[in-house]
Nanobody, 125 residues
Framework: QVQLVESGGGLVQAGGSLRLSCAASGRTFSRYAMGWFRQAPGKEREFVAAITWTFGTTYYADSGRGRFTISRDNAKNTVYLQMNSLKPEHTAVYYC??????????????????WGQGTQVTVSS
């Protein structure tokens, strides 16, 4: 079992920044990569970014490339999502999730095994 706890969400004005955190605990040896997803009201959950624990290899959705940065701190078992130049369309609940196997380019939510409870990000115009 892996427990994931997100934090760092909140209300920010357009153009602002937020850094989300995802702390992992439990059976952490079964992990390969961590991903961030988001779900806006009335929309499907969509992939944002992923990173491998061992080498820090990253992969981004086109929508986040250049604006979002995923990183990890192995010593803290924590993954981060730095979000810059935020827009109202980035408003969503953001979730972190654990992927037990390659590839890091996995964008399907069903491939991720464990999920956090989500953290709300609201960007005002």
């Amino acid at each position: 079992q892996v427990q994931l706890v997100e934090s760092g969400g909140g209300l920010v004005q357009a153009g602002g920044s937020l850094r989300l955190s995802c702390a992992a605990s439990g059976r952490t040896f079964s992990r390969y990569a961590m991903g961030w997803f988001r779900q806006a009201p009335g929309k499907e959950r969509e992939f944002v970014a992923a990173i491998t624990w061992t080498f820090g290899t990253t992969y981004y959705a086109d929508s986040g490339r250049g604006r979002f940065t995923i990183s990890r701190d192995n010593a803290k078992n924590t993954v981060y999502l730095q979000m810059n130049s935020l827009k109202p369309e980035h408003t969503a609940v953001y979730y972190c999730a654990s992927n037990p196997r390659p590839p890091v380019q996995e964008v399907r939510a069903q491939a991720y095994e464990y999920w956090g409870q989500g953290t709300q990000v609201t960007v005002s115009s």
